[in-house]
């Protein structure tokens, strides 16, 4: 079964510094893969995927994601952090068999300070 | 477009009561999926549609729990009778999945029930 972790419960930054949450993954074959952003009493956002091809996917606001499958990784990235993205940020794996549904993880609080 | 639209956005019940959660999916959409969101669970993946049937129902909690789509632009998440423990805020969210092809989900504002 695939299967998504998150191994951090929060990461604190600094405004303006680079920040990274990670995700490594779990699935049988080529994995489909997601990160969505939920804020505060709101649902989640879609923010990129990854399905093929460049291993550097760009998303929204200023968000990137590497793939990295010798190490079954998919990090989210930002060069430099802004309060305003203090957030929940879920990574999630689509069962490539064709399967509609996602597989999220168990969410990472990113805290971002001035 | 308006997005997934979700009523009530909150809803308090009393322990016994029925439960109705409304959704109406993004116009076009084929998908349909009803999760649910605790601190202590997380987001668990209720059920899902495709085409109006459901597929995948496994994480639907137990009997009390029933969901349908009797159209493309309505889905309904009914609880009967409502405990305490079904507390949480559910989520609607719709997708278009072409054949092969792998989209993202689109999440409404989602519902915080309370029930007392």
């Known amino acids: 079964a695939q299967s998504v972790a998150q191994p951090e419960d929060q990461v604190n930054v600094a405004e303006g510094n680079p920040l990274t949450v990670k995700c490594t993954y779990s699935v049988s074959g080529n994995p489909y893969l997601f990160w969505y952003v939920q804020y505060p009493n709101r649902g989640l956002q879609f923010l990129l995927k990854?399905?093929?091809?460049?291993?550097l996917v760009k998303g929204s606001y200023g968000f990137e994601a590497e793939f990295n499958k010798s190490q079954t990784s998919f990090h989210l990235k930002k060069p430099s952090a802004l309060v305003s993205d203090s957030a929940l940020y879920f990574c999630a794996v689509r069962d490539p068999s064709g399967a509609s549904k996602l597989t999220f993880g168990t969410g990472t609080r990113l805290q971002v300070t001035l | 477009d308006a997005g997934v639209i979700q009523s009530p956005r909150h809803e308090v019940t009393e322990m016994g009561q029925e439960v109705t959660l409304r959704c109406k999916p993004i116009s076009g959409h084929n998908s349909l999926f009803w999760y649910r969101q605790t601190m202590m669970r997380g987001l668990e993946l209720l059920i899902y549609?495709?085409?109006?049937?459901?597929?995948?129902d496994s994480g639907m909690p137990e009997d009390r729990f029933s969901a349908k789509m009797p159209n493309a632009s309505f889905s309904t998440l009914k609880i009967q009778p409502s405990e305490p423990r079904d507390s949480a805020v559910y989520f609607c969210a719709s997708s278009l999945i072409p054949s092969g092809g792998p989209y993202e989900q689109y999440f409404g504002p989602g519902t915080r029930l309370t029930v007392t």
């Open positions: 549609f495709n085409n109006n049937v459901p597929i995948d």
């Open positions: 990854y399905i093929t091809g460049d291993n």
